[in-house]
């Protein structure tokens, strides 16, 4: 056993087991919510609850394993919010393709992630995308989710004269909504564990018992996942009209993850003195991998989650953290009936929340640099009013480099950026 433990991290950490297993806990705790989150946004894409419930808690399990195996971090894997939105709302209800060809190009994007991380390339792109670009990207994302949220909760609705305006808060979706986002934020705020579950439940419960949803159980054996099992279809993605959609999946992931695993290592002491990550290849190896392997179960991009935050803060330091959460997401599997009893408005509560979060990335760009603040700024304001993460991603980019040509200041930027650049200003002009 203690040739496990130290294969993990022990023989460096000086971690005591009971500290990770308390940490996985904490972790699981905060991420909990993609159970129910995840199979909602992918239902509206036409997919069957049960059966993504089922996908997300094994890509979940599965996904943490393989960054507590071969990454050794602390950090947990879930299908990403961001990922599955952009998956629903813009692959196929924004153009019209069927799930399966959306889970096709998830699947195709895994593979390239793969033999990125095993390539150098990918280790450079991960080290040489501007820091403030990565703060806009993960707040523009947060700023798509909150709309979103909005927008499902009735919060927010559409209006002919000025595009969108505020709905009936008297609603009983749009105000529990706006409850549970206030009782998460207090219970955040109050520093809780599992803040995010607590409001949902909340919410949740004051929707039974006024008659406003339906509750259909606790327990049960998981649902079959053969509805979403397999069903990518290849044949359907591999054409000249989805390549851009598959460099916009291969991108933000890479985005995301960098953003993750540079703000979790920052928190948990774990970069090393020029503020790179140690043993950085097998965990983006490990992540890229569970994208494939989420796709195969039937959902959206895998990604790290920055709530492995809160793990790092109740002392988790080692791979046995995330292997903790996989072993909880296995156990989740048999709660479905009370997952697909959480109505809309509960989970529209929990993005709003995480939204919140994510925006809050924006406090780290650097303000005093007009070349490094205004792509950011432009990629986290075009998101969710192109709704489309992968096109503010693209203006983002495109602006940065314009902007460093323009000054003269052109060997300041790293030649990845004028390559991805280059790769989206084709894709506005000529798709």
Not at 206 to 231: L, R, Y
Request: with cysteine; charged share 10%.
């Amino acid at each position: 056993m203690s040739r496990y433990l130290n294969y993990l991290g022990y023989n460096t950490s000086g971690q005591s087991p009971k500290t990770e297993v308390l940490a996985g806990g904490t972790t699981f705790l905060a991420m909990a919510y993609i159970t129910v989150v995840n199979p909602a946004i992918l239902s509206d894409a036409g997919m069957d609850f049960g059966a993504v419930f089922v996908a997300t808690c094994l890509a979940a399990a599965v996904g943490s394993f393989l960054m507590g195996i071969l990454g050794r971090y602390p950090i947990a894997l879930a299908p990403g919010m961001g990922q599955n939105a952009f998956f629903s709302y813009v692959i196929v209800l924004g153009m019209g393709l069927p799930w399966q060809t959306a889970l096709g190009a998830v699947f195709i994007s895994g593979l390239l992630f793969v033999v990125l991380s095993v390539l150098p390339i990918r280790e450079w792109l991960f080290n040489a995308i501007p820091m403030n670009i990565k703060y806009g990207i993960s707040a523009g994302i947060g700023l798509f989710i909150g709309f979103i949220a909005l927008k499902n909760a009735g919060i927010v609705v559409d209006n002919p004269a000025t595009l969108v305006s505020l709905g009936v808060m008297a609603e009983a979706d749009a105000a529990l909504c706006f409850l549970g986002f206030v009782v998460i934020a207090v219970l955040s705020a109050r520093g809780i564990v599992g803040a995010i579950m607590i409001g949902i439940a909340l919410v949740s419960i004051v929707g039974w018992v006024g008659g406003v949803t339906e509750f259909e159980g606790v327990m049960s054996m998981p649902p079959a996942i053969a509805p979403v099992f397999w069903q990518f279809d290849l044949a359907g993605a591999l054409t000249m009209a989805l390549v851009p959609i598959i460099l916009s999946l291969l991108l933000v992931d890479v985005f995301d993850t960098a953003g993750t695993m540079v703000g979790v290592s920052h928190r948990a002491g774990m970069l090393d003195k020029a503020g790179k990550l140690p043993n950085l290849r097998p965990a983006l190896l490990a992540d890229s991998g569970a994208t494939v392997i989420g796709a195969t179960l039937g959902t959206s991009s895998t990604t790290s989650f920055i709530e492995s935050a809160s793990g790092v803060e109740a002392g988790g330091r080692t791979g046995l953290t995330a292997v903790v959460v996989a072993g909880l997401f296995l156990v989740v599997l048999f709660f479905a009936p009370l997952a697909q009893s959480v109505p809309a408005y509960a989970t529209s509560a929990a993005l709003l929340y995480v939204a919140c979060l994510m925006v809050s990335s924006l406090k780290e760009v650097d303000w005093s640099s007009i070349p490094d603040y205004v792509p950011a700024v432009i990629g986290a304001i075009a998101m969710p009013l192109s709704f489309s993460i992968a096109d503010g991603i693209g203006l983002a980019f495109i602006t940065y480099a314009l902007i460093r040509i323009g000054i003269g200041d052109f060997k300041s930027a790293d030649i990845a950026s004028y390559v991805i650049a280059g790769i989206f200003l084709l894709k506005f002009v000529l798709l």
